[in-house]
T-cell receptor, first 109, second 113 residues
Framework: RKEVEQDPGPFNVPEGATVAFNCTYS??????FFWYRQDCRKEPKLLMS???SGNEDGRFTAQLNRASQYISLLIRDSKLSDSATYLC??????????FGPGTRLSVLP | DAGVIQSPRHEVTEMGQEVTLRCKPI?????LFWYRQTMMRGLELLIY????????DSGMPEDRFSAKMPNASFSTLKIQPSEPRDSAVYFC???????????FGPGTRLLVL
């Protein structure tokens, strides 16, 4: 079983739609959690950290469920520029970052 | 500020040749990571260094791969001899221990013919 799992998609949604991604992780001792965004032929970049209490950054909301070992990302009012691959990342020991395979999102006009 | 710098950005080589990828982390960062990304396997951690010392190299595929970090501002990933299955994008990333964010370089696109 892979350490971090995501639905690869693609998720094809119209502009303005709300879309949600989930991610599950296997190591219950994992310490911190993140969502990264990767544009085509570019490097991954941090989108947001995921806190136990849930956190919001504009149109993006991230939530963590430690009991069920999953993380979610909600994007409201999606824009064309949101089209990218979204990588779920788990930090297991304070140093080692484990990346999920990514979920591809296409926002259509 | 300059981000993580990688060179070369693109490399095309023939099977059996030696390939050396280079990385300069962000100044002040003390952790450095080498990743490989392919369509089939996604982003895989190859090795990471903390304070120039290799901490975990369990992701290094085999003996053909080696990585060094002679000082805080430079690291190399070497493949010798290269094989077509090594074709991938190789990313270097750096962070400060305890920080939440890794910063990635632009990557080296390697094609082994």
């Amino acid at each position: 079983r892979k350490e971090v799992e995501q639905d690869p998609g693609p998720f094809n949604v119209p502009e303005g739609a709300t879309v949600a991604f989930n991610c599950t992780y296997s190591n219950s001792a994992s310490q911190s959690f993140f969502w990264y965004r990767q544009d085509c032929r570019k490097e991954p970049k941090l989108l947001m950290s995921v806190y136990s209490s849930g956190n919001e950054d504009g149109r993006f909301t991230a939530q963590l469920n430690r009991a069920s070992q999953y993380i979610s990302l909600l994007i409201r009012d999606s824009k064309l520029s949101d089209s990218a691959t979204y990588l779920c990342v788990v930090n297991e020991d304070g140093q080692n970052f484990v990346f999920g395979p990514g979920t591809r999102l296409s926002v259509l006009p | 500020d300059a981000g993580v710098i990688q060179s070369p950005r693109h490399e095309v080589t023939e099977m059996g040749q030696e390939v050396t990828l280079r990385c300069k982390p962000i100044s002040g960062h003390n952790s450095l990571f080498w990743y490989r990304q392919t369509m089939m396997r996604g982003l895989e951690l190859l090795i990471y260094f903390n304070n120039n010392v290799p901490i975990d190299d369990s992701g290094m595929p085999e003996d053909r791969f080696s990585a060094k970090m002679p000082n805080a501002s430079f690291s190399t990933l070497k493949i010798q001899p290269s094989e077509p299955r090594d074709s991938a994008v190789y990313f270097c990333a750096s962070s400060y221990t305890g920080a939440e964010t890794q910063y990635f370089g632009p990557g080296t696109r390697l094609l082994v013919l």
